[in-house]
Structures are given as C-alpha cells and as structure tokens.
C-alpha cells in the first residue's frame, strides 16, 4: 500500500513556527483533498485539519494547512510544548481505491 | 456525547480468526459511513476497510483484501470486522473510525489490541 512522504522528524522551539511536509502523487494528493491528524501520546488520533486547509471547531488557528499540486504541509506557528505529538497526513487514493495516510512526522519542542 | 467503543481483541495464534466490534452512540449511526484504521507497535496508521452508511459499498486495503470483512448492523449501531488467516504483521490496534463529508474521519475510538503470535 503507498504511503504519502513525511519527514520522519521534526522540532522547534516554543513559539516557533513549524511546517510538515506531506508529498503524494496525481492519484492521491493531486486529485483530492488532503486531511491532518494528531496523535498525543498514547491516544487515539484526532482529526486536526480537514479540506487541506480547514479547521474542526475547537482546533486553535496556531494550526493550518495548505496544499499545492502533489503536495501538502501542515504549519504550527506560536509552538507549545502540549504541541508534541505525531502528525499524519492522509487522503484518498484514486488507483487504490481507499485511502492512504503519511507514515507519521514526529514533532519534538526542545 | 459521540462515541465509539471497540471490542474483541486479543491474542491469537497465526492462522486463526478474530471478530473485532465498536458499539457507536450519540450519533444517528445509520446515516455515517465507517472505517476501520489499525496501528501495529510504534508504527504510523493504516487505512484498512470502509464500509458506505448502508452497507452498499465496502472496500478493503490491499493487505487485508480476502481476509477481513467488514459489516455493520444499524439497528445495533455497530460495526464490525471479521479477521480470517491472521498473520504476524495484522498485530496492531485496530481503531474504529467515523467518515464525515465523505472523507474526514472525525471520530475515533480508543482502540482495540490484536495479537498475532505463536
């Protein structure tokens, strides 16, 4: 099953702004719409930005998102600590018939 | 308050069956399409079977294709997926998922743990 391309990785700062990179191709990313997801430790995911750039009710504006062609990123700007978790990307896949996620960026704040 | 609450899992030997379930509430069930996403050990998700609100369109991973089978029952509001020659590599925890606009998936369970061991 192909996985969208995160960074495996990435940090920053408390009130720093981070992006998470999410790439697909034209069967995926290039033909649909691209959703978030965070995952805190130990808990189940939660749906954190959908429609690649909208936000459910209760998700601070700290969080957006943006997609250009294959490719998708998720910003965190005013960066708290609360803010460590897995970040997925995912959407659905034309050639596979069902959706496909990202294979996880783990954020670190130092 | 809307909520999922997944059953069933447990550890199994390779080969066997396993019947995993959620019971849905707070929500007209009938009217939501449903996923199952799993998550094996320290590992990222795993989209693996859908299933439309009526049961008329199902569709599975690749990975899982002729072994799982998704079902639901709406006059229970539950979901379920019937897992047949289990491998090593099914072992993971296997969420239930609500479908929204045809593909946000906003609401999930806590999650059930599936073994796959000798």
């Known amino acids: 099953q192909s996985l969208l391309t995160q960074p495996p990785s990435a940090s920053g700062t408390p009130g720093q702004r981070v992006t998470i990179s999410c790439s697909g191709s034209?069967?995926?990313?290039?033909?649909?719409?691209v959703n978030w997801y965070q995952q805190l430790p130990g808990t189940a995911p939660k749906l954190l930005i959908y429609?690649?750039?909208q936000r459910p009710s209760g998700v601070p504006d700290r969080f957006s998102g943006s997609k250009s062609g294959t490719s998708a990123s998720l910003a965190i700007s005013g960066l708290q600590s609360d803010d460590e978790a897995d970040y997925y990307c995912?959407?659905?896949?034309?050639?596979?018939?069902?959706?496909?996620f990202g294979g996880g960026t783990k954020l670190t704040v130092l | 308050e809307v909520q999922l609450v997944e059953s069933g899992g447990g550890l199994v030997q390779p080969g066997g069956s396993l019947r995993v379930s959620c019971e849905a509430s707070?929500?007209?069930?009938?009217?939501?399409?449903m996923n199952w996403v799993r998550q094996a050990p320290g590992k990222g998700l795993e989209w693996v079977s859908y299933?439309?609100?009526?049961?008329?369109?199902?569709y599975y991973a690749a990975s899982v294709k002729g072994r799982f089978t998704i079902s639901r029952d709406n006059a229970k509001n539950s979901l379920s997926l019937q897992m047949n020659s289990l491998r090593d590599e099914d072992t993971a925890v296997y969420y239930c998922?609500?479908?929204?606009?045809?593909?946000?998936?906003?609401?999930w369970g806590q999650g059930t743990l599936v073994t796959v061991s000798s």
């Open positions: 998922v609500r479908v929204t606009h045809g593909s946000r998936f906003d609401t």
């Open positions: 707070g929500f007209t069930f009938s009217t939501y399409a």
């Open positions: 299933i439309s609100s009526s049961s008329s369109t199902m």
């Open positions: 034209r069967f995926d990313i290039g033909t649909n719409t």
């Open positions: 429609s690649n750039n």
């Open positions: 995912a959407t659905w896949d034309d050639s596979l018939n069902g959706w496909v």
